[in-house]
């Protein structure tokens, strides 16, 4: 979590840093700042709150200079206040940071420095970081690059960091190990940023640094970059980046995680793109690896959040069309519970749209160390995670804004049906009419999509309306679509605060089922197929205690749509590709309640886009 930028060249660096800042918001929002250098000194300003209460404090103010950092913060250490937002200053005044990551050593680290005469404002790992720069730098007389290397040679946890020092306005000393740093390169400038998209508007060249790697940028000189370990000299490889600037725009919409899910339609057809072709299904990372995936013997998938609810769908898919056993791993748990992963056998399957969750990171060194073959579904090109892994498959849902997921869930559904069909075609684990029935149902997913957002709109927006004063929800279904459920309820909770939970719907009965009466609002996920007659019975259990039923039924259903207060039709689609249509009215439900509550949709309280803590 936390977004960093930074700039060095030519222009004014103010404009720059705020308007990244903006657009870093999504990794966090608690507090924000920003440090403008100029020939022996600087301009620092920092605020409580979102990236607009940091402009209007300054907006009387002219900043002038050509260097600056700035720092969007998610809180770890110490509250979300003025004293611990970034950047953070060394005792001496003379050198200014920031820091995107945690220090898991900083309390020992602060002991040492208070018993030299150190003393500390925030209570940030950060600014012992930047009191442990300056406590190396003035007692071995170094330069702060070859300070910077020695102190993260002395660090334990993960940073990106930006370092300044007062009196050398003309260099900035960048540094990355566990979270992102992208570094954008122009003639004569300098572009430092969480990930590309603040610079995109001045260039599309970019280095990612690897962790364990340091850059020291100087006015109109050329990269300098190295290893932290042993400061040796690396050559950087310049990509070129393949952003189109529309994607990174609301246009019309009045939030971004609105503008998501009505892109679904495209996203999940550039999803198939290339992959599916006149039943022939072609993904590079399982077409390389064939053996592997004819002879697993189980797959562990391992995610957070609504990846992991992906996840879960995984797991229907591939034993139901692959046959190969499926466990399904919150990345959190997995990693630190020794799990037994047979090398030989195993695949694990990773998942995540940013590519730079924290604990599935951790999860896929972990499953690598153990030498097990791992496979990355990924959004964000070039993250962490997808550099990581041994083979994967983008999802191609382009740059998702919105905090809570939507086009790059649907995209991770989309790629989990590629790889079950492929697999099951591999293994012969399903009949030639049922793969290419699935195929060319599969092909008509972004035309269904469509027409689902065509349908459920009108609906949608009077359920909201009806309930978006309630307190609790409850999210049914079954089998495949016990995870859309569960994915529902997330959605509802993150945006909107009103409590959710998700549950396979005849589970209800040993707990939930307590919680039901007049006040509750149940939304049943009740297609044809997915055992339709034994959610009537749980239908009816439910109208027996008088709570509300909100179902989301076929095309020409009647049964269920009789028992129901409100239904929401959506096309007929065949159970495995389910999930794809019946999602989307969740998402939207979730949207309009958190609209009419007048909540910010794209920036839930608490929450950050890209989760690179533990
Ligand atoms: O980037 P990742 O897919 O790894 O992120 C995992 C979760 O943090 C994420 O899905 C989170 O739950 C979303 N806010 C859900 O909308």
């Not at 840093?17 to 301009?43: C, P, Q």
């Not at 954008?184 to 060249?205: M, Q």
């Not at 359920?463 to 307190?471: E, G, L, W």
Request: with cysteine; charged share 25%; net charge neutral.
């Amino acid at each position: 979590m936390c977004g960093i930028i930074g700039y060095l060249g030519y222009r004014d660096a103010y404009p720059i840093l705020i308007n990244g800042l903006k657009k870093l918001e999504y990794r966090g929002y608690d507090s924000s700042g920003i440090a403008v250098f100029y020939e022996n000194g600087y301009t620092l300003y920092k605020s409580k709150g979102k990236v607009n209460e940091l402009k209007k404090k300054i907006s009387s103010i002219q900043i002038k200079g050509t260097t600056g950092i700035g720092h969007t913060r998610w809180a770890t250490h110490g509250g979300p206040d003025d004293v611990n937002a970034h950047p953070h200053v060394s005792n001496s005044n003379e050198l200014i940071l920031i820091h995107n990551g945690i220090i898991e050593n900083y309390h020992a680290i602060k002991i040492i420095l208070l018993k030299n005469g150190f003393t500390f404002k925030s209570k940030t790992d950060t600014e012992v970081l930047v009191n442990l720069i300056e406590f190396i730098k003035k007692k071995n007389k170094l330069s702060l690059e070859e300070a910077v290397r020695i102190s993260l040679n002395e660090i334990v946890g993960a940073y990106s960091i930006a370092i300044v020092e007062k009196y050398h306005p003309e260099r900035i000393v960048i540094a990355k190990l566990g979270s992102p740093l992208a570094l954008g390169i122009n003639e004569r400038e300098f572009f430092i940023a969480s990930d590309p998209i603040p610079f995109l508007d001045y260039t599309k060249n970019v280095i990612y640094l690897k962790d364990g790697e340091m850059a020291i940028l100087r006015k109109g000189e050329e990269l300098d970059l190295r290893k932290i370990v042993d400061n040796h000299k690396l050559s950087p490889i310049i990509q070129e980046l393949q952003i189109n600037l529309k994607e990174i725009e609301k246009g019309e919409y009045k939030y971004f995680m609105l503008k998501e899910i009505y892109e679904q339609p495209k996203t999940i057809l550039d999803t198939l793109r290339g992959r599916l072709t006149d039943g022939l299904i072609w993904i590079n990372g399982v077409e390389s690896n064939k053996n592997i995936f004819i002879n697993a013997k189980c797959i562990t998938i391992v995610a957070c959040g609504s990846s992991w609810n992906a996840g879960l769908i995984g797991e229907y898919l591939l034993e139901e069309l692959a046959r190969i056993p499926v466990e399904v791993e919150y990345a959190s748990e997995f990693r630190y519970r020794n799990p037994i992963l047979e090398k030989k056998d195993t695949i694990v399957i990773v998942i995540s749209q940013s590519g730079e969750t924290a604990d599935t990171l951790s999860a896929l060194k972990l499953a690598k160390k153990k030498g097990v073959f791992v496979f990355g579904i990924c959004n964000v090109v070039g993250s962490s995670i997808a550099r990581n892994v041994d083979a994967g498959a983008y999802t191609h849902a382009g740059p998702e804004i919105g905090v809570a997921s939507t086009k790059a869930f649907t995209a991770q559904i989309a790629v989990l049906v590629l790889l079950a069909l492929k697999i099951g075609k591999y293994r012969l684990s399903l009949t030639e009419y049922r793969y290419n029935h699935l195929c060319q149902e599969f092909g008509l997913i972004p035309e269904k999509v469509n027409r689902t957002l065509e349908m459920i709109e009108n609906d949608i927006e009077k359920i909201a309306k009806a309930y978006y004063n309630v307190n609790n929800f409850l999210y049914l279904g079954r089998g495949i679509n016990f995870p859309v459920a569960l994915e529902g309820a997330l959605k509802l909770k993150e945006i909107s605060y009103i409590h959710a939970e998700g549950y396979p719907a005849a589970e209800m009965k040993h707990g939930p089922i307590a919680l039901i009466d007049e006040n509750m609002p149940v939304v049943i996920i009740a297609t044809k197929k997915g055992c339709y007659e034994k959610i009537i019975g749980n239908i009816q259990e439910i109208k027996a205690r008088k709570g509300k039923i909100i179902s989301i039924v076929n095309e020409g259903d009647v049964q269920v749509s009789m028992l129901s207060d409100y239904v929401i039709k959506i096309p007929n689609i065949s159970e495995e590709l389910s999930p794809l249509l019946t999602v989307i009215p969740l998402q939207l439900l979730a949207y309009q309640i958190a609209f009419i509550r007048g909540e910010n949709v794209d920036q839930p309280r608490n929450l950050a886009k890209s989760v690179t803590v533990e």
